[in-house]
Nanobody
Framework: QLQASGGGLVQAGGSLRLSCAASGFTFDDYNIGWFRQVPGKEREGVSCISSSEGSTYYAEFVKGRFTISSDNAKNTVYLQMNSLKPEDTAVYYC??????????????????????WGQGTLVTVSS
């Protein structure tokens, strides 16, 4: 199970930190991704991290503004979001994918490849 939290209302230029707490599976065996979705659009990959290696990846539209990190002792992944823009407004989801036997790098932003999903947390950025 994944529990996402930390969303809220913030003004443009502000910051939020999202948390994704994992339970019920071996955290180190899974990589974690953050996705977001707005009504009428497909879920898009934002950032992801390899739990075992710590490698991080970012979509172009958040590079330099968002930072993903992992606290393996707490089975929690964070997404620090700075310099938020109104277009960042969305429901943010965290998801877990077991990379073993997969080419995870190629599918790291493919929502359908992920095994577990959190319930989503709403981020609203006002202009």
């Amino acid at each position: 199970q994944l529990q996402a939290s930390g969303g809220g209302l913030v003004q443009a230029g502000g910051s939020l930190r999202l948390s994704c707490a994992a339970s019920g599976f071996t955290f180190d065996d899974y990589n974690i991704g953050w996705f977001r979705q707005v009504p009428g659009k497909e879920r898009e990959g934002v950032s992801c991290i390899s739990s075992s290696e710590g490698s991080t990846y970012y979509a172009e539209f958040v590079k330099g503004r968002f930072t993903i990190s992992s606290d393996n002792a707490k089975n929690t992944v964070y997404l620090q979001m700075n310099s938020l823009k109104p277009e960042d407004t969305a429901v943010y989801y965290c998801a877990a994918i077991r990379p073993l036997g997969r080419n995870w790098y190629l599918s790291r932003y493919t929502a359908g490849e992920y095994d577990y999903w959190g319930q989503g947390t709403l981020v609203t950025v006002s202009s």
